[in-house]
């Protein structure tokens, strides 16, 4: 039976509950969307030959489960989960998770275990089996990781898409480009140099009559992180992204980046300010 996205939002921020007082938003939304991460992987390639993503043995989803009440959970899942997931998947570093052996955001001692084994132990629920859950075409898991990271987004005071772009100025961009209408295939590149958690990319490669080959830099190292697993979790594992300040050190430059596409690059903050306005005054009308 599917899971109903209201059952998987619920789950999701309850476990937010369990952080809250010990950081803002803006910090513990990168465990609870690295452990959604991590779940939905473990769920869907443990085990699987030529799968998008390698889950290592030892390093799954239960494995973890396995070092809930441990004194020193946080420096195992560390050690244990987080660098042998990234040392196996070229398109993910270490730095691209929170340390979850921070004692200033986590707590010391017995506070930190707890609120790891309470954190862990909400994902273990039924409702967020990942490994059955996806019809052809519902990309559930998706959706739920553009719920969180609009609702962090509201509560870290940062909705003015300092790391996720409104679905409606998203697809408004992807439609003004004019993807759709072009002739595109594989080799057809997109490419965001501020791309946030790569929303928009994703918008505009959503667009496109074809799968193409989506590129992305972003300055914050967190949240180039969150655009990786985000791009793995839309089912574009391939997606490179990189970290870095975009006009002081570019990664990528002309050559290999179609420069047609490159208008679906965000526009400045105050630009997309008055995007966000005129998306949020038209639908007055509908």
């Known amino acids: 039976m599917a899971i109903k996205k209201s059952e998987l939002y619920s789950s999701l921020w309850s476990s937010c509950d369990e952080l809250r007082g010990g950081m803002d938003a803006s910090q513990y939304k990168d465990y609870v969307l690295s452990l959604l991460f991590i779940k939905y992987t473990s769920d869907k390639y443990a085990g699987v030959s030529y799968a998008p993503i390698t889950?290592?043995?030892?390093?799954?989803?239960?494995?973890?489960?396995?070092l809930?009440?441990?004194?020193?959970?946080?420096?195992?899942?560390?050690?244990?989960?987080?660098?042998?997931?990234?040392?196996?998947?070229?398109?993910?570093s270490q730095s691209d998770f929170p340390d979850f052996n921070d004692s200033v955001k986590l707590g010391n001692g017995k506070e930190k275990v707890d609120r790891l084994t309470n954190l862990i132990g909400i994902f273990q629920r039924p409702v967020l089996d990942f490994s059955n859950n996806r019809a052809d075409g519902d990309?559930?898991?998706g959706d739920a990781y553009e719920y969180l990271m609009r609702h962090f987004a509201t509560e870290s005071g940062k909705s003015k898409g300092q790391f996720y772009t409104p679905a409606e100025v998203s697809r408004i961009m992807a439609q003004v480009i004019g993807i759709k209408s072009a002739q595109t295939s594989a080799d057809t590149t997109v490419y965001d140099p501020t791309c946030g958690s790569g929303s928009l990319l994703l918008k505009v490669g959503d667009e496109?009559?074809?799968?193409?080959?989506?590129?992305?830099?972003?300055?914050?190292?967190?949240?180039?992180?969150?655009?990786?697993?985000n791009m793995i979790l839309h089912n574009n594992p391939t997606a490179s992204i990189e970290q870095g300040n975009t006009l002081a050190d570019p990664k990528y430059r002309d050559g290999g980046i179609d420069q047609a596409v490159r208008l679906c690059g965000r526009q400045s903050t105050v630009q997309r300010q008055k995007m966000e306005y005129r998306v949020r005054s038209a639908k007055r009308f509908l």
């Open 55 to 66: 889950v290592p043995e030892g390093a799954s989803f239960a494995d973890m489960v396995a």
């Open 68 to 92: 809930k009440g441990t004194s020193d959970i946080g420096d195992q899942i560390n050690k244990k989960i987080v660098a042998p997931l990234a040392d196996a998947n070229q398109q993910l």
């Open 139 to 141: 990309d559930i898991l």
């Open 208 to 229: 496109a009559d074809t799968a193409v080959t989506l590129y992305g830099q972003e300055k914050d190292a967190a949240t180039s992180g969150l655009a990786r697993m």
